[in-house]
């Protein structure tokens, strides 16, 4: 296991406290439409509106002056790269597919990015405009420690509520499940670590099953956060040191959740975001007090869950 306990706890001691400390709360409504007790973490009352702060903050933090931070992404991660470059004095140059949301790509720019919208696979344009200067660090979700780390500090806050036996994460390249199970299993052994991905994007299910990098042909846009062609081989080796099992919802599934919490937290997650939900609304997921997080509230539009 490259990830490390103390990283966590030091994390939570560097990162921007904007990002810390979010609301994690029991709402009566919720639990009266999924029929049990849930324990929901927000993540989007921030300046990203998601929890990809967490991780780009930490590892920025590392990084030498003048480094420029090159990253591929959907959106939300572009967005913290942005953040956290900004904040620490970097450059961020950050390669996002043609079809990215208008909602993401207007943050980016507006958080301080050089966004570079491309055809193809745009961690490939990224990776190979970091190899052309020394100045240039190619930062891969999902593969680097430290943004697990980082990411981990919601495991941290998780810790402090008693019970918890179950949690349910959104995953897209994996950081943030590893992250938040290194923290719990270290401190609650018996806690089951359960991941969600979409039918129309089970790269890193199929991978996890495997134990091996599966490629999808076509990732689908809609849940853009949780919807990769390639998982890192890094991360795929801590979840499957570190998650219990697996599951898959459908579009339509992230929809209803998605209004789900709209009517019941007042938050319109994303539809990634909003995973969590879906599979405690469509499977059978065991667990007396189970925990589970709103990831990122960037829909592409309001009218997306409708």
């Not at 706890?9 to 999924?34: H, R």
């Not at 099992?245 to 319109?268: H, S």
């Amino acid at each position: 296991m490259d990830l490390q306990l103390e990283n966590v706890a030091e994390a939570a001691k560097v990162i921007d406290p904007v990002f810390l400390n979010t609301p994690q709360y029991s709402d009566e409504q919720l639990n009266g439409q999924l029929g049990r007790h849930v324990l929901v973490k927000v993540e989007t009352l921030n300046p990203l509106r998601s929890f990809k702060g967490r991780g780009a903050d930490y590892y920025a933090a590392g990084l030498e002056p003048g480094t420029t931070m090159v990253c591929g992404t959907s959106g939300n991660f572009g967005q913290a790269v942005a953040f956290a470059a900004r904040k620490h004095g970097l450059r961020a140059e950050v390669f996002v597919p043609a079809d990215v949301s208008p909602v993401k790509l207007r943050r980016m720019k507006t958080l301080g990015a050089r966004v570079r919208r491309v055809e193809g696979e745009a961690k490939v344009a990224a990776a190979a405009f970091a190899a052309e200067a020394p100045d240039r660090v190619f930062v891969v979700d999902g593969r680097e420690p430290a943004i697990s780390e980082g990411a981990g500090t919601i495991g941290l806050e998780l810790a402090r509520e008693d019970g918890i036996d179950t949690v349910v994460f959104p995953v897209g390249d994996g950081a943030l499940i590893a992250g938040v199970a290194l923290w719990l299993k270290a401190h609650t052994p018996d806690v089951r670590i359960v991941g969600v991905g979409t039918t129309s994007a089970p790269a890193m299910a199929k991978s996890w099953l495997a134990g091996e990098p599966i490629t999808v042909d076509r990732a689908d846009s809609f849940a853009g956060g949780i919807s990769i062609r390639t998982p890192e081989p890094e991360s795929i080796r801590r979840l499957r040191s570190l998650v219990d099992d697996f599951v898959l919802v459908e579009n339509d599934d992230l929809r209803a959740a998605m209004r789900l919490g709209a009517e019941t937290l007042g938050v319109l997650p994303e539809p990634a975001g909003a995973a969590g939900l879906a599979a405690l609304t469509v499977h059978d997921i065991p667990g007396d007090r189970v925990a589970t997080v709103i990831t990122g509230a960037n829909a592409v539009s309001p009218t997306a869950w409708s």
